[in-house]
C-alpha cells in the first residue's frame, strides 16, 4: 500500500466550476501537508501549505486537512482554463522528506 | 531573484554513458534535494545534500547513481552506465535551512531520455 493515494484522473470540468481535489494517507506521523501544481514539463510550484487541521483560504484555493480521517483536499472556485495542470498533495513527517501523490491531471474547459 | 535553475533541461544519452545534471539552489538556501518522476508517477526522493554533505541517500539507487554538492559550484547528480530505464525527469528542489516547517523549491527538471 502506498503511503499517499491520490486519483490520476483526468479530471475535465467547465470553466467557472469548484473542482475538489483530494489525497489520503496511511501515516499518521504525517504533520506537515503541502499542493503543489505542476504545469506540463516544468517544475512543481508551491500552492499551499499547512500543518494542522481545518480550513486554510488563499484566493481561490482552499485546503482541507482531516487528520482524524487521513485525508486531504483542495478546493478551486470559479475555475478557470490556466488552472489545468497536474495537481500533487505532499506531506512530511518534519524534517525533509517529503512524500508526493502521483498526482491528479485536471483540465478545465473554456 | 532567480529561482532553482537545472541544466540542461533535455539530456539524451545513450545505453552505458554518463550523464550529469547540474541544478544551482535559489540564492541564500544551502539545502538540495533531488527527486526523480516517472511518466504518470509522483516524485521520488533520491538524495537530501547540504554543501559538501550527503545528509540522506536512501531514495537513491547504490549502484551507478552519485550525487555531490561542493563548496562552490552547482550541486551534481551523475548516473553512470544509463540505462533505459533511467529515462525521467529529475528534479531538484532547495530550501534555505532544511528546518521542519519550510518548503521546498523546485526547478524545471532535466528531461533525461535514453536511447
Known amino acids: 500500500q502506498k503511503e499517499v493515494e491520490q486519483d490520476p484522473g483526468p479530471l475535465s470540468v467547465p470553466e467557472g466550476a469548484i473542482v475538489s481535489l483530494n489525497c489520503t494517507y496511511s501515516n499518521s506521523a504525517f504533520q506537515y501537508f503541502m499542493w503543489y501544481r505542476q504545469y506540463s514539463r516544468k517544475g512543481p510550484e508551491l500552492l499551499m501549505y499547512?500543518?494542522?487541521?481545518g480550513n486554510k483560504e488563499d484566493g481561490r484555493f482552499t485546503a482541507q486537512v482531516d487528520k482524524s480521517s487521513k485525508y486531504i483536499s483542495l478546493f478551486i472556485r470559479d475555475s478557470q482554463p490556466s488552472d489545468s495542470a497536474t495537481y500533487l498533495c505532499a506531506m512530511k513527517k518534519g524534517g525533509f522528506k517529503t512524500i508526493f501523490g502521483a498526482g491528479t491531471r485536471l483540465f478545465v474547459k473554456a | 531573484n532567480a529561482g532553482v535553475m537545472q541544466n540542461p533541461r533535455h539530456l539524451v544519452r545513450r545505453r552505458g554513458q554518463e550523464a550529469r545534471l547540474r541544478c544551482s539552489p535559489m540564492?541564500?538556501?544551502?539545502?538540495v534535494y533531488w527527486y526523480r518522476q516517472l511518466p504518470e508517477e509522483g516524485l521520488k526522493f533520491m538524495v537530501y545534500l547540504q554543501k559538501e554533505n550527503i545528509i540522506d541517500e536512501s531514495g537513491m539507487p547504490k549502484e551507478r547513481f552519485s550525487a555531490e554538492f561542493p563548496k562552490e559550484g552547482p550541486s551534481i547528480l551523475r548516473i553512470q552506465q544509463v540505462v533505459r530505464g533511467d529515462s525521467a525527469a529529475y528534479f531538484c528542489?532547495?530550501?534555505?535551512?532544511?528546518?521542519?516547517?519550510?518548503?521546498?523549491?523546485f526547478g524545471p527538471g532535466t528531461r533525461l531520455l535514453v536511447l
Open positions: 540564492k541564500g538556501h544551502s539545502h
Open positions: 499547512t500543518y494542522s487541521s
Open positions: 528542489a532547495s530550501s534555505p535551512q532544511g528546518t521542519d516547517q519550510e518548503t521546498q523549491y
